[in-house]
Each structure stands twice: as structure tokens, then as C-alpha cells.
């Protein structure tokens, strides 16, 4: 069955599916699913798929009411209450979405997917001492939960003072924004109140590289990896606008610390393979792909980028 944990710090990525699609911003957009759902009503299982698909399709309060009626055959599933939770977190009833998460891990004590998701209620609520706790008890029952690690870094920022809150909800704004030069004008009202905070800094460089000020992109991107110099996102973004300034050894540099930090990234896997084609190292490249679709056997820029090479060498 198909899991849905909380993010609050989503990662959307300039990838191949159009011009733009190599570059990395934080939004939480739903998936959009126009065709009709048809409602299995036998089992709680057909129930919980059928609001994963509604909520899949951004259909919030549809997806919950599928939810409770699987609550009411097992009402004591943990995991129902937290996508209910989850839900109503999307429709901004945080206070609501508290107290369900809450009912998720009292009946799944392990369950660190809720812990996290509990804790970034609290942060939501300003109550930091208690989103501490629950971020605390998700990594201590899952170390290597990056969502909690993450979570846990934000709330830290805060309490300590690196990042005011005023800013943090500004960035969220910011990156829910269609119009770039109204995300300009948000990132940077947080950047006025907090000039180092690395992500609105790769935020509004994304925005900036749309909006075609390349010399601007640059700046703030040079600007968030000196301030964070193992942020993934923004080091693959400085190499992608190297790649397309055909600076391809410093280009092949940056996706390689990513990868480093990040062995299964495929944006920057892809995009390293590409700049391997552009500087004429097509052995390189072809290794990097098939190491792509070794994680991925679907990606399709991978696909396509190992064809051109076998045809190449056919010539």
C-alpha cells in the first residue's frame, strides 16, 4: 500500500519533462488527478486506497471522509489516522490535525512518521519545546528519517534565533507563488529579516533564473552554499547554471559533491551525465546512466541519453 508521510520541506526540481527542470525549489503542490475514482466499499483496505487516490487528486476533505469510513471498520489503525491528519494539515486545521496525529501514535507507539508529523505541528503552533520532543522521539526511532532530521533543524534554527519565524512562513508563501516576481518580492522580504537563511536565498535564485537575471541566480546561489556548504539542492543549481555557461569541469565538480552527499540523487546523477556528454567524456556518461536507471529503471531522461550514445556509436 502506498505510504503518505508529511513533508514540510518538499523539494520540487527542474527536471527533464520541460525546458526547465534541473534546478531545486521547496513547495508541497499536490498531484492534480482529473478522472473519476470509483469507490470500492468491501473492505477498510479498498477504503484507504480510494483516499489516497482523492488525496492524490488534492481532494482533501474527500479523502478524508473515504478515511473515516475505514475507521470505522478498523478504527484503531494508526496509519489512517495520521493520512487523516495529514489532510487536514493541507487545509490549514492545524490544531485539528494535532490531535489526530496524536491518535496515530497512541495506537502505534513506534510509529516515527507521525512523531514527526506531530512535531511540525507543534512548530506550526509556536509550541517549539514540544515539536523538539516529537522530532526527538522520531529520530530516536528512525535515525535516518530526513524529514524528522530536517525538522529538527528548523525548529532548532528558530529557537536559537538563525531563522526567524516571520521568515520561515514567508519562504513557505513564497514557494506556494506561481509568479516569480512576486516570489522575488516575498524571498527577498525574509532575506531583509534574516540575510542568511540559505534556502530562501536558492529559493529566490530559482526565481531569478526563470525571470532570465542569470548574474542575480548566481549570486544568491554562491551566497547559500557559502552559508551551507552541504546544501545539495543549491550546489546542484550553481552547477547547472555552470553547465549552461559551458563551464563543464566546475559543473561536473558541483554534481559530484551531490552525489556525494546524495548517492541516489537523480536530478544530479542526470544532470552530471549530461555535462559528461557536453564535455565529451560519452564513457563517463554512459556509466552515470546506467547507474541512473540501475535506481530508476523509468527515468526517462536517462533513456534517452543512453540511446543517443548507442546511436552515436553506431555512426
Same mark, same amino acid.
Given at each position: @500500500? ?13 527536471? *527533464?519533462?520541460?525546458? @526547465? ?18 469507490i ?6 479498498n477504503y484507504?486506497? /480510494?483516499?489516497? /487516490?482523492?488525496?492524490d ?11 473515516? #469510513? ?16 495529514? /489532510? ?10 494535532? @490531535? ?7 495506537? #502505534?507507539?513506534?510509529y516515527?512518521? /507521525?512523531?514527526? &508529523? ?6 506550526l ?5 514540544s515539536? =523538539?520532543?516529537?522530532?526527538? #522521539?522520531?529520530? *530516536? ?5 530526513e ?9 532548532? &534554527? ?8 516571520? $521568515? ?7 514557494? !506556494? ?8 518580492n516575498?524571498? =527577498? ?15 529566490? $535564485? ?9 548574474? *542575480?541566480?548566481?549570486?544568491?546561489? @554562491?551566497?547559500?552554499?557559502?552559508? &551551507? ?6 550546489? &546542484? ?27 541516489? *540523487? ?24 546506467? !547507474? ?15 540511446? #543517443? ?7
Amino acid at each position: @500500500m502506498k505510504k503518505i508521510v508529511l513533508t514540510s520541506l518538499a523539494v520540487i526540481v527542474f527536471s *527533464s519533462c520541460s525546458v @526547465m527542470n534541473k534546478i531545486i525549489v521547496d513547495t508541497n503542490e499536490p498531484k492534480v488527478q482529473e478522472e473519476a475514482i470509483e469507490i470500492p466499499v468491501d473492505e477498510a483496505g479498498n477504503y484507504i486506497e /480510494a483516499g489516497i /487516490a482523492y488525496y492524490d487528486a488534492g481532494k482533501d476533505q474527500q479523502a478524508i471522509n473515504i478515511w473515516k #469510513k475505514a475507521l470505522e471498520i478498523s478504527p484503531a489503525n494508526g496509519e489512517v489516522h495520521n493520512y487523516i491528519g495529514i /489532510a487536514l494539515q493541507r487545509q490549514g486545521k492545524i490544531e485539528e490535525a494535532k @490531535m489526530t496525529f496524536i491518535k496515530a501514535i497512541d495506537f #502505534k507507539k513506534d510509529y516515527y512518521q /507521525a512523531h514527526n &508529523n506531530l512535531g511540525y505541528m507543534y512548530f506550526l503552533l509556536n509550541e517549539y519545546d514540544s515539536a =523538539s520532543q516529537q522530532l526527538d #522521539k522520531s529520530l *530516536s526511532i528512525n535515525p535516518d528519517f530526513e524529514q524528522a532530521q530536517k525538522n529538527k533543524k528548523l525548529v532548532d &534554527n528558530v529557537i536559537n534565533g538563525k531563522i526567524s519565524k516571520e $521568515a520561515f512562513e514567508i519562504v513557505e508563501k513564497a514557494a !506556494k507563488e506561481f509568479d516569480y516576481a512576486e516570489q522575488i518580492n516575498l524571498y =527577498s522580504e525574509a532575506l531583509t529579516l534574516h540575510p542568511n537563511y540559505a534556502k530562501a536565498h536558492n529559493n529566490i $535564485a530559482v526565481a531569478f533564473y526563470y525571470e532570465d537575471y542569470q548574474d *542575480s541566480a548566481y549570486v544568491h546561489l @554562491m551566497k547559500a552554499v557559502k552559508i &551551507n556548504k552541504e546544501y545539495p539542492e543549491a550546489i &546542484n543549481n550553481l552547477g547547472y547554471l555552470y553547465k549552461n555557461d559551458e563551464k563543464y569541469d566546475l559543473a561536473i565538480k558541483l554534481f559530484l559533491k551531490v552525489i556525494s552527499l546524495q548517492p541516489n *540523487s537523480l536530478i544530479a546523477l542526470n544532470n552530471l551525465g549530461e555535462t559528461y556528454i557536453l564535455n565529451e567524456e560519452i564513457e563517463n556518461a554512459r556509466k552515470v546512466f546506467t !547507474k541512473v536507471l540501475e535506481i530508476d529503471p523509468n527515468d526517462e531522461r536517462a533513456k534517452n541519453d543512453l540511446e #543517443k550514445i548507442s546511436e552515436t556509436r553506431k555512426q
